[in-house]
């Protein structure tokens, strides 16, 4: 299967990179062949230029795209399946993450009029958070999480879609991160053979 990474994180040192590594050697060891967008490495342009945003906001699809937008939609095109990896930040993904979608997700590609993207047969979210799982569960955040993650940008574009968060990394508390993160690596590394 042929599977594209959309890295966010500007830090090679971070937990976020180590679970990237873990996960991926687990898709090579199931002999999964890997497509990878490195946002920070790429220094993906982020923001929606004047015309992008006209483009959108008419849904004028017939107009042409930016070169770094049509290289990511290619590898969507080239991909069966697509995993997100990235921390999570005020409950949401990264600024340049989200920006990916908003210059990605086009009209004429990933919605109307006549949507030319493809359905992947998988979509994974791996989330990395601070906080606990039952933190973000009791204030809700986890389902807003999932709700713009899963509900939203995924939709009816997976034919499977799934978000896994990885709770507690937070510096704040260095002896549960310390705890919990060597069982999250290994959980990353099933994934990646599971998938």
Same mark, same amino acid.
């Given at each position: 299967?042929n599977?594209l ?9 971070s937990f $976020? ?17 890997i497509?990878l ?16 945003y ?19 939609q290619s ?12 921390p999570?930040?005020w ?7 989200v ?6 997700w ?6 109307n ?11 994974l979210?791996?989330a ?8 973000? $569960? ?31 990394? $937070? ?8 705890k ?10 099933q ?5």
């Amino acid at each position: 299967m042929n599977i594209l990474i959309v890295l966010c994180h500007p830090d090679e040192n971070s937990f $976020t990179y180590q679970v990237y590594r873990k996960f991926t050697q687990g898709l090579i060891n199931a002999g999964h062949n890997i497509i990878l967008s490195d946002l920070y490495k790429q220094n993906f342009k982020t923001d929606l230029s004047k015309e992008e945003y006209l483009r959108e906001t008419n849904y004028y699809a017939e107009q042409p795209l930016a070169k770094d937008v049509q290289i990511e939609q290619s590898k969507i095109q080239n991909s069966d399946a697509i995993v997100l990896i990235y921390p999570v930040f005020w409950t949401e993904a990264p600024a340049k993450l989200v920006g990916w979608f908003d210059r990605v997700w086009t009209s004429g590609f990933a919605y109307n009029p006549h949507p030319q993207m493809k359905t992947l047969e998988k979509a994974l979210i791996i989330a990395c958070a601070g906080k606990s799982i039952q933190t973000l $569960t009791e204030t809700g955040e986890r389902a807003a999480m999932e709700t713009v993650m899963l509900g939203d940008h995924i939709r009816n574009r997976a034919k499977e879609k799934e978000m896994v968060i990885l709770d507690d990394m $937070t510096n704040w508390n260095k002896e549960l991160r310390a705890k919990k993160l060597p069982i999250h690596l290994q959980n990353v590394y099933q994934l990646g053979i599971d998938f």
